[in-house]
């Protein structure tokens, strides 16, 4: 064999495994730790309502802020434990959003049980928005904020509606 046709499969070698690496790195979950600092201030994600109509999250209350994807069977849990418990939640805004297309979004509010009087915000988030503010998320994620915007609580994984309801400010 050719010393150059050695040298060459080599190079791609190393070159295959540095590619590897930075995959493998840029698609990692952000750390407790740095997740904390990203989001302890409320991010203007870029938020649209079912109708596709551009919305923002309003300080002034507190914010229960939860990412979500409708496959998911922990987000699922979640939510019906959320359901169950709604009135833990009734002193301040709970906003569910997911970066799925708008139509399963849409299929998933009429699915889950939800009613206006649960004053249940769904809205999807475009994924930019989501890794540009927060990194990559764990899912179900969830964020406290205090009426001023300052993060107060952050669960990731399944929580109890009662944990999340106790750090919730009055």
Same mark, same amino acid.
């Given at each position: 064999?050719?010393?150059?046709?050695? &040298?060459?499969?080599?190079?791609?070698?190393?070159?295959?495994?540095?590619?590897?690496?930075?995959?493998?790195?840029?698609?990692?979950?952000?750390?407790?730790?740095?997740?904390?600092?990203?989001?302890?201030?409320?991010?203007? &994600?870029?938020?649209?309502? &079912?109708?596709?109509?551009?919305? +923002?999250?309003?300080?002034?209350?507190?914010?229960?802020?939860?990412?979500?994807?409708?496959?998911?069977?922990?987000?699922?849990?979640?939510?019906?434990?959320?359901?169950?418990?709604?009135?833990?939640?009734?002193?301040?805004? &709970?906003?569910?959003?997911?970066?799925?297309?708008?139509?399963?979004?849409? +299929?998933?509010?009429?699915?889950?049980?939800?009613?206006?009087?649960?004053?249940?915000?769904?809205?999807?988030? +475009?994924?930019? +928005?989501?890794?540009?503010?927060?990194?990559?998320?764990?899912?179900?994620?969830?964020?406290?904020?205090?009426?001023?915007?300052?993060?107060?609580?952050?669960?990731?994984?399944?929580?109890?509606?009662?944990?999340?309801?106790?750090?919730?400010?009055?």
């Amino acid at each position: 064999m050719p010393k150059r046709f050695i &040298l060459v499969i080599l190079f791609l070698g190393v070159l295959l495994v540095g590619a590897l690496q930075l995959f493998i790195w840029l698609n990692r979950s952000t750390s407790a730790d740095e997740l904390r600092v990203r989001a302890r201030q409320l991010p203007d &994600l870029e938020l649209t309502d &079912l109708q596709g109509n551009r919305v +923002s999250l309003e300080t002034g209350t507190p914010l229960v802020l939860i990412y979500f994807n409708s496959e998911c069977d922990h987000c699922q849990r979640e939510i019906e434990a959320l359901k169950k418990d709604i009135q833990l939640f009734r002193r301040c805004s &709970l906003v569910l959003m997911s970066s799925q297309p708008l139509p399963e979004i849409i +299929s998933f509010v009429a699915a889950s049980g939800f009613k206006p009087a649960d004053s249940v915000a769904v809205v999807h988030v +475009s994924y930019e +928005s989501i890794a540009t503010s927060f990194g990559q998320l764990t899912l179900p994620q969830i964020f406290v904020y205090s009426r001023e915007g300052k993060l107060v609580g952050l669960f990731s994984g399944e929580t109890n509606p009662a944990q999340i309801a106790e750090v919730i400010p009055e």
